[in-house]
């Protein structure tokens, strides 16, 4: 069996995906990925998602941005995304590394005002104290500006799209800063659903 082994390199990374709930998802899709700036990442779209590596404040720049031009034509659509950091696969993106943490696309997006719900999952791996992890940062989250609460196998926040991406790449710049050697999260939200919350 082989040992797969992280190295030192940190570069963190997101696979996601929209889904607009409208015949037009080309172009909705399409279009939002056009909008944004992605100069200071390595970013390749397929059939089924986006992966994007780099620095963190620019993967969440960019993931933040990708969904807000796709919400603010008003359609309701579905967002998926696992982040990662700390078990790099290649090398490809190292390059992007050297970038600095200035974002490219806060000033045009930022201003979108936007509502969502969100489910996210922490798993901080390779650590012993996972639990602790997972509930102080649930903790922190609470004073981030959005409402939290507890659902089965995520934790639940509702608010602006801007401050719940604030609030999750703080959770991932405080694993890191932590010491956690590898992170992984999950983030599913949900903007302009016809269905509102039952909370
Ligand atoms: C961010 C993001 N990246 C890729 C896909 C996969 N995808 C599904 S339909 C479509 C457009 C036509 O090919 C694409 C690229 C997605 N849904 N969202």
Redesign the pocket.
């Known amino acids: 069996m082989t040992n797969f082994v992280c190295g030192s390199n940190r570069i963190a990374g997101c696979s996601?995906?929209?889904?607009p709930m409208s015949d037009d998802?080309?172009n909705i899709?399409?279009g939002?990925?056009k909008e944004v700036d992605t100069s200071k990442v390595w970013m390749e779209?397929?059939?089924?998602?986006?992966l994007v590596r780099g620095r963190i404040p620019h993967i969440f720049d960019i993931t933040k941005a990708?969904l807000l031009h796709a919400a603010k034509t008003g359609v309701h659509v579905a967002f998926e995304a696992t982040y990662s950091i700390g078990c790099p696969g290649d090398t490809a993106g190292d390059v992007y590394l050297a970038e600095d943490d200035h974002v490219l696309n806060k000033e045009k997006v930022d201003v979108i005002k936007q509502k969502a719900a969100t489910k996210f999952a922490l798993y901080p791996l390779g650590g012993g104290d996972y639990m602790e992890q997972i509930y102080a940062q649930i903790e922190a989250m609470k004073g981030r500006g959005v409402a939290v609460s507890s659902t089965h196998y995520a934790t639940r926040l509702d608010g602006e799209v801007v401050n719940i991406f604030n609030g999750l790449e703080q959770v991932f710049i405080d694993m890191e800063e932590s010491g956690s050697s590898h992170t992984v999260m999950t983030v599913s939200m949900s903007v302009n659903s016809p269905l509102k919350s039952m909370k």
């Open positions: 996601f995906s929209i889904h998802f080309i899709i399409l939002a990925l779209t397929d059939d089924v998602t986006t990708i």
